[in-house]
């Protein structure tokens, strides 16, 4: 083992354990232990910008800027009176509601927008109720992981495997659909003992939510109308992104750019509404990550998965679909699926079918529930809460989120068995 090693991993222990412990702020952590990786000769900086996946920050940027003006119309309280009011102002039912709508507009849109435009609304039924966002927030994450799960477009590592495998959205739909639909009613039905006591709300204001004008909610017709029509025509870009060209970052800023000039938004306005922190902590992830791939760490255990199972397609599959859940959760999905597919992509040579590339697709999608920096979407909802004066740790997410994933793995190991190794 070299220096350059040692060092790299030391960098990385101690990077994961700051954000793990909260010593500092997770940005701070995560912008200093990738610095650390390039001032300390890990990784150049060419590489370590290279690593920077600015396709999600940009997209991230973009909507985020397009969530805020559109915040101003007041249609979020539309939307979350009209929830209200369907769930009758029960707690429960708010939360499979919710839930619900994340999940499918994951799978049509992708996880990381989705939680971008929900977050507001559960925000604001949350205060209503003068309850804490967090069982709301936090099944929200659940549900955006296991509902992009189905999509090609739906989660960022399903977009880099269906574009490395050839796999299109109809391939993903058949396959993935049915284990998301089956995971998400699970976790819906167990999610009411997972937040047992968190769930409850005065029946007084439960009343006054239900009691609530949701016309009068709309504050701004105009720009309501205006903003509509530029967010359908962002939507529909992210749909044929592919046939556009043009990579959902773009489409995303191009979005925002139309609705600030058409709001007459001024710049300095529009990008207050910019999760900064959160962003910044991406930036720093990407740098930190590029530092653990090029001291060899994930090659090292994927050389570790054929050692071990001889390239046996059961036992392969099998591992491959924890080690990624596991490993999704450590270093954020995104980078460690880039860094997985030539691997994948040898050891499916041969192969009866395309067994690996969806056990490695589950892997990242539902490992990204267990930590709260395992999927972009985690860490939006988590910024969002932290803003709001409701911050989420790491431990704390970590109680929720890591027996879903168990839970949901234990599934989907079945799934993967029955479906492409019988």
């Known amino acids: 083992m070299t220096i350059e090693v040692v060092v790299g991993l030391a960098i990385f222990g101690v990077t994961y354990l700051l954000i793990a412990t909260e010593r500092i702020h997770k940005t701070l952590a995560a912008m200093a232990g990738g610095i650390a990786m390039v001032l300390l000769g890990i990784v150049s900086q060419e590489q370590a910008f290279e690593e920077i996946d600015f396709n999600v920050i940009f997209l991230l940027a973009g909507m985020m800027i397009l969530a805020g003006i559109i915040r ?61 966002p967090f069982p709301f927030l936090m099944s929200e994450i659940l549900a955006s992981n296991i509902g992009g799960a189905s999509t090609l477009i739906g989660d960022p590592p399903n977009i ?11 391939a993903f739909l058949v396959n993935m659909a049915p284990l998301s639909a089956i995971l998400l009613v699970v976790y819906l ?23 609530l004008d949701e016309s009068e909610m709309i504050t701004n017709p105009g720009l309501l109308r205006v903003a509509l029509i530029v967010l359908g025509l962002t939507l529909v870009g992210f749909l044929f992104h592919g046939v556009l060209h043009l990579e959902p970052a773009t489409i995303a800023l191009a979005g925002a750019v139309v609705l600030m000039l058409l709001a007459r938004e001024s710049p300095d306005e529009a990008l207050r509404e910019v999760e900064w922190p959160t962003l910044f902590f991406f930036i720093g992830l990407f740098m930190l990550v590029a ?16 050692e071990l199972t001889g390239g046996a397609l059961a036992a392969t599959s099998i591992l491959l679909l924890w080690m990624s859940a596991i490993l999704s959760g450590i270093v954020d999905n995104i980078p460690y699926t880039a860094t997985m597919i030539p691997v994948v992509t040898q050891l499916a040579e041969g192969q009866p079918n395309d067994g690996l590339w969806w056990a490695l697709a ?35 997410f970590l109680k929720y989120g890591l027996p879903v994933t168990l839970g949901t793995m234990v599934i989907a190991t079945g799934y993967v068995w029955l479906r492409y190794l019988l």
């Open 72 to 132: 101003k119309t007041g249609v979020f309280g539309w939307i979350a009176v009209r929830a209200a009011r369907f769930a009758s102002g029960e707690p429960y039912r708010i939360l499979v509601v919710l839930s619900v709508i994340t999940a499918v507009a994951s799978a049509l849109l992708d996880n990381v927008t989705t939680v971008v435009l929900v977050g507001p609304i559960t925000i604001f039924l949350a205060a209503r109720l003068g309850m804490n």
């Open 362 to 396: 589950i892997g990242a999608d539902l490992g990204g529930n267990a930590t709260i920096i395992g999927a972009s979407a985690n860490v939006i909802l988590a910024g969002m809460a932290e803003r709001e004066g409701h911050p989420i740790s790491f431990v704390r």
């Open 189 to 211: 039905l167990a999610a009411r003992w997972l937040f047992r006591g968190q769930l409850e709300a005065d029946p007084a204001l439960r009343e006054s939510l239900l009691e």
């Open 160 to 170: 880099l495997i269906g574009s490395a495998a050839g796999l299109d959205f109809g």
């Open 291 to 306: 530092g653990v791939i090029e001291i060899g760490l994930i090659d090292a255990v994927a050389d570790a998965i054929f």
